[in-house]
Antibody, heavy 122, light 113 residues
Framework: EVQLVESGGAVVQPGGSLRLSCAAS????????MHWVRQRPGKGLEWVSF????????FYTDSVKGRFTVSRDNSKNSLYLQMNNLGPEDTAFYYC???????????????WGQGTLVTVSS | DFVMTQSPDSLAVSLGERATINCKSS????????????LAWYQQKPGQPPKLLFY???TRESGVPDRFSGSGSGTDFTLTINSLQAEDVAVYYC?????????FGPGTKLEIK
């Protein structure tokens, strides 16, 4: 059974930094691209970032470019999101998500974690 | 960027009736390499992460009841739920994965009338 468990969410002041982690199990992690998707409380889904199975192809939504960095450690079956210079607009639940087909970049997502809450507030 | 729109924003349907949700992309998501539409549908129930319903616009994910169907091509897509059940109450999102940023639609909230 696929399991994705996010951690690292917290309350942080504007301008601060946070690193989210996602521990994956139940599948061959290094065969699949991974996404981060966020959802502001009570709002819709917003795609944030993608990293391919070996980390060589990475995409970001414009609003986080230059501030967020996605990475993965396949030896630890883990996905990360380093978030710097956080603003109130970054307050959201952050989900990690697994792509449905192995070794394919342009791919739907078939498994999601439960999310971790990031709150940016002074 | 691809802009995804959905209609209606919300709808209320009686149990046993049909619900229809539309999704429109600002650009075609039909990939000529395999003639597949790079569009997915997700269902999100309150307090839960989203759940994949369809990929390639019309390929039903394993375990999704066959009262759900996905259709459309190019820029216009439809999610249809036949014989609505109480457990279908949720917000439904479409998403294009043709090109980054992989944008979601704003969601359609489905309720029971």
């Amino acid at each position: 059974e696929v399991q994705l468990v996010e951690s690292g969410g917290a309350v942080v002041q504007p301008g601060g930094s946070l690193r989210l982690s996602c521990a994956a199990s139940g599948f061959k992690f290094d065969d699949y691209g991974m996404h981060w998707v966020r959802q502001r409380p009570g709002k819709g889904l917003e795609w944030v970032s993608f990293i391919c199975w070996i980390g060589t192809t990475i995409f970001y939504t414009d609003s986080v470019k230059g501030r967020f960095t996605v990475s993965r450690d396949n030896s630890k079956n883990s996905l990360y999101l380093q978030m710097n210079n956080l603003g109130p607009e970054d307050t959201a639940f952050y989900y990690c998500a697994k792509t449905i087909h192995l070794s394919t970049i342009f791919n739907a997502v078939d498994s999601w974690g439960q999310g971790t809450l990031v709150t940016v507030s002074s | 960027d691809f802009v995804m729109t959905q209609s209606p924003d919300s709808l209320a349907v009686s149990l046993g009736e049909r619900a229809t949700i539309n999704c429109k992309s600002s650009q075609s998501v039909l990939y000529s390499g395999n003639n597949k539409n790079l569009l997915a549908w997700y269902q999100q129930k309150p307090g839960q992460p989203p759940k994949l319903l369809f990929y390639w616009a019309s390929t039903r994910e394993s375990g999704v009841p066959d009262r759900f169907s996905g259709s459309g091509s190019g820029t216009d897509f439809t999610l249809t739920i036949n014989s609505l059940q109480a457990e279908d109450v949720a917000v439904y999102y479409c998403q294009q994965y043709y090109k980054s940023p992989f944008t979601f639609g704003p969601g359609t909230k489905l309720e029971i009338k």
